[in-house]
Each structure stands twice: as structure tokens, then as C-alpha cells.
């Protein structure tokens, strides 16, 4: 299930500890790129922390880097 866009989620995201988040990404103020798509940044993938996120659990996604690839699908 796609995660909603809310507050509440975007707390518990963890991209920002991840090491694939760029600096675009904080000057942005993106993460929870599960719900919102794909980052408007130049990514580089170093890894993804997404399995170990509080979301992945809750919403059962199944893939990763939707910094990368978009938004998990419904
Ligand atoms: S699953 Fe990934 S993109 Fe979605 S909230 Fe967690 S860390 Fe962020
Ligand atoms: S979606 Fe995955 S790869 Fe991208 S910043 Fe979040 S944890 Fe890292």
C-alpha cells in the first residue's frame, strides 16, 4: 500500500539518515519519497535504508530506492 503523504510519516522517514540523501534533498525538504515519487535532484545510489524504516513495516512496501525510482505503487 502507498504510504499516505503526512506529517505523522514524513517525521518517521529515515532517508535522512541514509547514505544515498543528497544535500538537494535537505535544501528541498524532501524525504518520504515512498509517498511523494521521485527526487527533482541528481542521485547517486550509495545504499537505501528503507527496509529499516518504521514505514516499510507499517505500510508493507516491498522495494527501495523510491528516491530513485518513485513512489511505491498501489
Ligand atoms: S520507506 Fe524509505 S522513503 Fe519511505 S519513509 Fe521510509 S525511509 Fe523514507
Ligand atoms: S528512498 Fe531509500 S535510497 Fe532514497 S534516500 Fe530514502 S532511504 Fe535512501
Do not use: H, S, W
Not at 33 to 41: L, M, P, Q
Not at 51 to 56: A, D, G, N, Q, R
Amino acid at each position: 500500500m502507498k504510504p499516505i503523504n503526512n506529517k505523522e510519516n514524513f517525521e518517521k522517514c529515515i532517508c535522512p539518515n541514509c547514505p544515498t540523501y543528497v544535500d538537494c534533498m535537505k535544501e528541498k525538504n524532501l524525504k518520504l519519497f515512498c509517498a511523494i515519487g521521485k527526487a527533482e535532484c541528481e542521485v547517486q545510489k550509495q545504499g537505501c535504508i528503507c527496509p529499516e524504516c518504521p514505514i516499510t513495516q507499517r505500510y508493507g512496501l516491498k522495494k527501495v530506492y523510491y528516491c530513485i525510482n518513485g513512489a511505491e505503487t498501489e
